[in-house]
């Protein structure tokens, strides 16, 4: 993250409002049981690329983000980002996007996103997310640019957790 502006830590916020901060990593294990549940979820649908674990240690070690949305006390949604670094451009990309009641938060986020990506000098945001994330996302300008097909040799759950 040697690219990557200095971050605020999260305010507090009115218990009616909702917020979407980034989230230090020093705070990461404080609110970790709040959202780990988030995440085991999420990483299902990654068909054995990551593990609930492997997602806390990246943003532990810095090379991923924590941000999460929040009313009160009450966590709505969690999204890890990194940056994507092309021959050509950068992106601000967003491998994990989770939570509930996503319509509640999304425009807080993509603004605190958008900021920080271009305060990052980024051509944009990207996401790999299943094909129901495209009805989502459209009407902010997102467009889906091309579909993964996985061939996979073994069965990825053979090994897993």
Excluded at 15 to 24: K, N, R
Excluded at 112 to 141: M, P
Aim: aromatic share 14%.
């Amino acid at each position: 993250m040697s690219d990557a502006m200095e971050l605020e830590r999260p305010v507090e916020a009115p218990a009616d409002e909702m917020l979407a901060s980034f989230v230090p990593k020093e705070l990461i294990p404080e609110i970790w049981p709040k959202v780990r549940h988030y995440i085991t979820e999420v990483v299902k649908h990654t068909h054995g690329r990551y593990t609930t674990e492997d997602v806390l240690d990246a943003v532990m070690d810095g090379s991923h983000l924590f941000w999460m949305a929040f009313k009160g006390q009450d966590v709505y949604g969690v999204i890890i980002t990194t940056f994507a670094q092309y021959p050509r451009a950068k992106f601000l990309s967003c491998p994990f996007v989770t939570g509930k009641n996503f319509s509640e938060w999304k425009d807080p986020m993509l603004k605190v996103l958008r900021k920080w990506a271009e305060d990052n000098q980024c051509d944009g945001i990207e996401s790999t997310a299943r094909l129901g994330w495209s009805r989502i996302f459209k009407d902010d300008g997102y467009e889906a640019q091309w579909q993964t097909f996985q061939l996979p040799l073994y069965d990825p759950r053979e090994g897993s957790e």
